[in-house]
Nanobody
Framework: VQLQASGGGLVQAGGSLRLSCAASGRSFGWSYMGWFRQVFGKGREFVAGIDWSGSSRKYSDSVKGRFTISRDNAKKSVYLQMNILKPEDTAAYFC?????????????????WGQGTLVTVSS
């Protein structure tokens, strides 16, 4: 099982980016999927999560109203649309999948991880 994240880059404050994460191997149709981010020297923090149907989504307070998580089960992919980006959003962003349908904001409860994709927001 592999998760491939993409879409990171350099953007000015106020701009937008869309991250994508594609899974290969088994299907994750029933799994809870999420995005985390990590700044160098700090822990990995929850950003957003989505259930299998897309009807239940969670966001950290710091991104609520600016970021939107979505998924396409047919493509085994999860996305993170990031708008009104701020310099404090600068981090490596990781997609992750739980092997169960239930939601979680804890990194220890995710079973599969993609490599990070770097987002840099300049002021």
């Amino acid at each position: 099982v592999q998760l491939q994240a993409s879409g990171g880059g350099l953007v000015q404050a106020g701009g937008s980016l869309r991250l994508s994460c594609a899974a290969s191997g088994r299907s994750f149709g029933w799994s809870y999927m999420g995005w985390f981010r990590q700044v160098f020297g700090k822990g990995r923090e929850f950003v957003a999560g989505i259930d299998w149907s897309g009807s239940s989504r969670k966001y950290s307070d710091s991104v609520k109203g600016r970021f939107t998580i979505s998924r396409d089960n047919a493509k085994k992919s999860v996305y993170l649309q990031m708008n009104i980006l701020k310099p404090e959003d600068t981090a490596a962003y990781f997609c992750a999948v739980r092997d169960v349908p239930g939601s979680s904001t804890s990194r220890s409860e995710y079973d599969y991880w993609g490599q990070g994709t770097l987002v840099t927001v300049s002021s």
